[in-house]
């Protein structure tokens, strides 16, 4: 693990946050130590899968920074960042094949479907989920 800092980091789903109740996440200045053990502990609710998800850079924060080793990955896309997070409850929908169920969170995104494509074969491939 790297160390993991937050600089001023806040997050808000709504698009011109103006008071602090516009928030999910307030501001954090905090660092976890390399090697450290930390834990996410809170009400449903209360911020823990958004901050998972901006450490992993699915999400970029609204304000503040986000330093692994000292270095700023706040605008790093999650394949560049070196680092996973995994579920409690994975999300899998059992009325999709594989493929759909790679290619979901893609469409989601409103990729083209070339692009949708070669990353579903390309996780496939990663995860040996393609036939023998």
């Not at 976890?32 to 834990?39: E, K, L, R, T």
């Not at 896309?77 to 899998?92: C, D, K, S, T």
């Amino acid at each position: 693990m790297a160390q993991i800092e937050f600089d001023d980091v806040a997050h808000s789903y709504i698009r011109h946050p103006q008071k602090e109740a516009d928030y999910a996440i307030k501001t954090i200045r905090n660092t976890w130590d390399d090697g450290g053990a930390y834990a996410l502990l809170g009400p449903s609710g209360c911020g823990k899968t958004t901050l998972l998800n901006i450490i992993s850079g699915l999400i970029t924060p609204t304000k503040g920074r986000v330093l692994y080793n000292g270095v700023d990955v706040t605008a790093l896309p999650p394949e560049r960042r070196n680092i996973a997070q995994v579920f409690q409850f994975p999300v899998l929908y059992d009325t999709m094949t594989v493929y759909e169920n790679l290619a979901f969170p893609l469409k989601n995104r409103g990729m083209e479907s070339a692009a949708i494509e070669r990353r579903v074969h390309e996780v496939a491939e990663i995860l040996d989920l393609t036939d023998p």
